[in-house]
């Protein structure tokens, strides 16, 4: 009986054993079920967080722009005097002039004249300074990558290469030199030559050698529809320049705006006359010592006004010539130097063959020879692929240009 008694109690503890086992694996996927429910509401509650912060930026942003729409417009003005530390006489947009005073948010080194001013339009005191507006046009005149040609890429040019050593990059890089003997230096170079003689490459070498900021124009982009915009446009191009000093300003065609002034009556061609007006003015007002040098281009010498090139404007003009057999031999071994050319190749031969070609013309034949061996599957160009290039570019020119600038008949002052 008590044997019994004893298996009855084994038993009945292995099944609490087990029964216990089971309510622990029951309450452990209990547990495990209201973590991951919580896992959820966690992610939801930081998901709301987040929409929270968002929605509250989007109605901070909303009652911004809100306000924005119930502020009254300001009145745009220009700064004329500045009497005192508050007082200051503007004019405003609409053309009368008031004395305001400006209140302490403006900072006093801003408050110049010339400045534009927002005006408040009740009390017309001055509110903020505005930033000076430039013209987009102008700005993109700016040459941002440095010029990539150098005096070694521009052949039998030598003499002129001095000339605007001398006149452009010498007052840049050395200007002690100048203040030593005392002299002032050019404030212009006009460089003066048939299309395609180098003109513009010698511009873009000197702005390399100096490291100055390029500004490039061409002189039709200064002739503008409207009256007084090609001269708000000189102008806002020569304040670039002296921001970006030091700068090489160059100015190509400038005969567009340049050309001797006539009595035609027309309103186009006055206001021309304004926009060189204006150009004058502004190179007047250069320091010759400065950080900026002026560079002008143009293949009509003839038609330029004399007021352009009086001394104290364009002081030095330099004659590009067309290219002699030995300088068309130096311009063919720099277009050639990347080519591979067969042996036969003689540059003395082809500077023979082309006479009275200028620089961009041989550069056009080696470009042409280089493709018409790509198109026969050659490995290297030979002289056949240059005398049929010699051809084809000489007979699409047609032309009829004198040797050099002289035999147009021009005389500077």
């Known amino acids: ?9 084994v038993s009945y503890g292995e099944e609490y054993s087990r029964f216990l086992q089971d309510k622990m ?10 973590r991951d429910k919580l896992e959820k ?111 070694s890429m521009i052949g039998g040019l030598h003499e002129q290469i001095e000339e605007i050593r001398e006149v452009v990059e010498l007052p840049l890089t050395a200007p002690e030199r100048f203040e030593r003997v005392g002299v002032e230096p050019p404030k212009g170079v006009l460089l003066i030559g048939l299309p395609g003689t180098g003109k513009t490459l010698l511009a873009k070498a000197v702005a390399k050698r100096t490291s100055a900021t390029f500004i490039r124009v061409v002189g039709s982009e200064l002739v503008q529809k409207y009256i007084g915009e090609g001269a708000r446009m000189v102008r806002e191009l020569f304040a670039m320049a002296k921001e970006k000093a030091p700068s090489i300003l160059f100015v190509d065609e400038i005969d567009a705006i340049a050309a001797r002034r006539i009595e035609d009556g027309s309103s186009g061609e006055r206001e021309v006359q304004r926009t060189l007006m204006q150009l004058l003015a502004e190179i007047d007002g250069f320091d010759p010592r400065g950080n900026v040098r002026i560079i002008g281009a143009t293949n009509r010498p003839d038609i330029l006004d004399p007021a352009l090139l009086r001394p104290g404007r364009f002081d030095r003009v330099i004659e590009i010539p067309m290219p002699d057999k030995k300088a068309r031999k130096e311009i063919f071994k720099i277009h ?19 006479e009275n070609a200028t620089g961009a013309d041989i550069r056009a034949i080696a470009t042409e020879a280089g493709m018409l061996t790509v198109k026969k599957n050659k490995r290297a160009v030979g002289m056949e692929e240059f005398e049929h290039a010699i051809k084809k570019v000489m007979r699409n020119e047609q032309r009829n240009y004198p040797v050099n600038v002289k035999e147009m008949g021009v005389m500077f002052m």
Do not use: H
């Open 41 to 151: 509401i966690e992610q939801e509650s930081r998901y709301y967080q987040e929409m929270r912060v968002r929605y509250e930026r989007e109605i901070k942003r909303l009652r911004s722009e809100l306000e924005k729409l119930r502020t009254p417009p300001l009145l745009v003005g220009t700064i004329v005097n500045v009497i005192d530390d508050k007082r200051i006489v503007v004019r405003s947009s609409t053309g009368p002039q008031f004395v305001v005073t400006y209140t302490q948010c403006v900072e006093p080194r801003e408050v110049v004249p010339g400045a534009q001013v927002a005006l408040n339009q009740q009390s017309l005191a001055v509110v903020s300074v505005l930033p000076s507006a430039k013209d987009p046009s102008v700005c993109g005149m700016e040459v941002i990558e440095s010029p990539d040609v150098d005096y």
């Open 336 to 354: 050639t130097s990347r080519l591979k050319l067969k042996k036969d190749v003689d540059l003395d031969k082809l500077a023979e063959l082309t």
């Open 25 to 34: 694996r029951q309450l452990e996927e209990a547990n495990i079920l209201l």
């Open 1 to 9: 009986m008590s044997g019994n008694m004893k298996s009855e109690g």
